[in-house]
């Protein structure tokens, strides 16, 4: 009985995906914002409310993250990734600096405290890598002279993320000062292993991982991604940045091969997560907080955009570039909802949730949508350079 029910209940989210996908096409919009708002009807609160399935959909969604990321990095290469990433540091760190300030000053500004603060600033600083990779995807953007800007900046939050995470949540324990600089250090050491891996020993990786016959490659790319993911999460490094180097150090070919092979199933599991992400969030909390997320949304809007736009140029892209970057810096996503989950916790403030959570869907919504709308505005300004 609980298969059948299981079964049922995937079927039916399964299907409607595909429905309102049909729809987003027809319609020639990004079907992101209308995977999320399926996720508000099936979460708690919702008109639907799934109870069986949740589980399971919720490691569907973890998978979704890591294969967005994982075919994201099978675009490039670990010396463009190295390469990239020093060119564009200084752009990394004036990410930081603009869009962690809006949070944090928030915060402080609600009273919340200094704590909440650190917590605020995470959640307004990290741009969605997985809503990002679809929108880069969807769109065609992948090979644009500004994408690997995108990525670098990606990255670098990504790597933030692995040490500003154990911070955190050192800080929200209230760990001593020497036990949170272990957990950091342990972050730094893995990040750094993985990439001295991934540049140095490529060849001996696409050597174990190449196979002629599609089955074996599909499994052998897949498990080791996977592999890889769930030893960086046990040692407090995002699973997405994992799968992320797995992808940079497979090149070639055989990247090519891979690539074909999993996009079809990345693009059911990335739809399942943002369903997922839609059934986090509770529809009667946004109401209280909707004005205050509204407005902290068009400030990080506004952020992210000066900020791909800063990067870009330093680049030397053209304005168009500069705005397709900043638009794709907009999304938030799972970095941004698992922080939030962490103060709230551990009692930071709550409100913080609700806050959060009401801020993540507009941006995750917003800025797919954007990026459809602007798309002929950005090709026309093209055009006239």
Request: proline share 4%.
């Amino acid at each position: 009985m609980h298969t059948a029910i299981l079964f049922l209940e995937l079927g039916g989210v399964i299907l409607g995906l595909g429905v309102l996908g049909a729809l987003a096409l027809r319609a020639g919009i990004s079907p992101i914002p209308l995977y999320l708002v399926a996720g508000l009807a099936f979460g708690h609160g919702g008109l639907l409310p799934l109870a069986t399935s949740e589980e399971f959909i919720s490691v569907g969604a973890e998978l979704g993250v890591i294969l967005l990321l994982l075919t994201l990095g099978l675009e490039y290469n670990a010396d463009e990734l190295v390469s990239s990433l020093r060119g564009n540091a200084r752009g990394g760190i004036v990410d930081l600096v603009l869009n962690a300030a809006p949070g944090a000053a928030a915060a402080l500004l609600l009273g919340w405290g200094p704590v909440a603060a650190v917590a605020m600033a995470g959640v307004t600083y990290a741009t969605s890598s997985g809503i990002t990779a679809k929108v880069l995807s969807d769109l065609g953007w992948i090979g644009n002279r500004e994408t690997p800007v995108v990525l670098s900046l990606l990255v670098f939050e990504d790597l933030t993320m692995a040490l500003y995470l154990p911070i955190l949540t050192a800080i929200l324990a209230g760990v001593s000062l020497i036990g949170g600089a272990v957990t950091v250090a342990i972050a730094l050491a893995t990040v750094s292993v993985v990439l001295l891996v991934a540049l140095k020993y490529g060849k001996v990786i696409e050597w174990f991982v190449a196979s002629p016959n599609s089955e074996v490659l599909l499994l052998k790319v897949f498990g080791l991604t996977l592999l890889v993911a769930g030893i960086a999460q046990q040692l407090q490094v995002s699973a997405a940045v994992g799968a992320f180097l797995v992808g940079i150090a497979l090149s070639g070919e055989l990247a090519e091969d891979a690539r074909a092979l999993l996009t079809p199933i990345r693009d059911l599991f990335a739809a399942v997560f943002f369903v997922f992400f839609g059934m986090q969030t509770d529809p009667g909390a946004i109401p209280p907080v909707a004005g205050l997320a509204a407005a902290l949304a068009v400030v990080s809007l506004i952020t992210k955009l000066l900020t791909g736009a800063y990067a870009a140029r330093r680049a030397g892209i053209a304005k168009a570039g500069q705005a397709r970057a900043g638009i794709a810096m907009i999304p938030r996503g799972e970095f941004n909802i698992v922080i939030a989950g962490l103060a709230v916790s551990a009692g930071a403030h709550p409100d913080l949730g609700p806050l959060s959570a009401t801020y993540v869907l507009i941006l995750a919504a917003f800025g797919p949508l954007a990026a459809r709308l602007i798309q002929p505005l950005i090709t026309a300004i093209a055009k006239r350079a």
